[in-house]
């Protein structure tokens, strides 16, 4: 299947720093990528969607401000946390989807962030 | 809108039994898609197995199938011949092709194997 990645796979920052995820297809491009939160234990939420060289569409209640995303190409999409707050600390995934696939959606290996 | 519902927290199954997961949904949507994904505990999203909506036969990807009920509007997984490697979370998930034609997530299962 196709391959996702994602850089770094874990970061610890202070709070008050930005941080950047970066989100790849390495061998497809992706029209569409999504970014997801995951609680410990818990259920994938998912934060925005973002279509290649147009503004990503984020879900109710997620705050774009903090929470910016860029999908630049169609390969690369990244996601920035902005004056990031111990409660951002969490699991990031990101999802890429295969222009004008019926279904194939492909996850990538997720980021821990750690904000003390 | 969709939701997706995952009553099972926890299962357990002995080594090379069976076992089936649970998961109903909730749309109004007509054409849409089933999914289930396994996350191991390095937090990579797998995925298992695909059913449509239009499907009329049910799903099955080796090990994998899915017993697609669609009156009922459930769509569990069965493993069968677990192996220990199985031991993960499990998600049920949905995406409708209509309208914002995103992919939403059940609350998982987790799964032990038992040896």
């Known amino acids: 299947g196709a391959v996702v990645s994602q850089h770094p796979s874990r970061v610890i920052c ?5 941080v950047k995820i970066e989100c790849r297809s390495l061998d497809f491009q992706a029209t569409t990528m999504f970014w997801y939160r995951q609680f410990p234990k818990k259920s994938l939420m998912l934060m925005a969607t973002s279509n290649e060289g147009s503004k990503a569409t984020y879900e ?11 999908h630049a190409s169609l390969t690369l999409s990244t996601l920035t946390v902005t004056s990031a707050h111990p409660e951002d600390s969490s699991f990031y995934i ?9 279904y194939e959606q492909y996850f990538g290996p997720g980021t821990r962030l750690t904000v003390t | 809108a969709q939701k997706i519902t995952q009553t ?16 109903t949904y909730d749309t109004s949507d007509q054409s849409y898609g089933l999914f289930w994904y396994k996350q191991p505990s390095s937090g ?7 059913q449509g909506s239009y499907d009329e036969q049910n799903a099955t ?13 459930s769509a569990n997984l069965v493993i069968s011949a ?3 490697g199985d031991s993960a979370m499990y998600f049920c998930a949905m995406r409708a092709f209509t309208g914002a034609n995103n992919l939403f997530f059940g609350t998982g299962t987790r799964l032990t194997v038992i040896p």
């Open chain 1, 14 to 18: 202070k709070s008050g720093t930005s």
């Open chain 1, 60 to 70: 109710q209640g997620v705050e774009k401000d903090k929470f910016l995303i860029n």
């Open chain 1, 94 to 102: 990101c999802s890429a989807r295969v222009g004008g696939s019926a």
């Open chain 2, 8 to 23: 099972q927290p926890g299962m357990f199954v002995q080594e090379k039994e069976a076992v089936t997961l649970d998961c």
């Open chain 2, 44 to 50: 990579e999203m797998i995925f298992l197995i695909y």
């Open chain 2, 61 to 73: 990807e080796g090990r994998y199938s899915l017993n697609f009920q669609k009156a009922r509007k």
């Open chain 2, 82 to 84: 677990s192996q220990l």
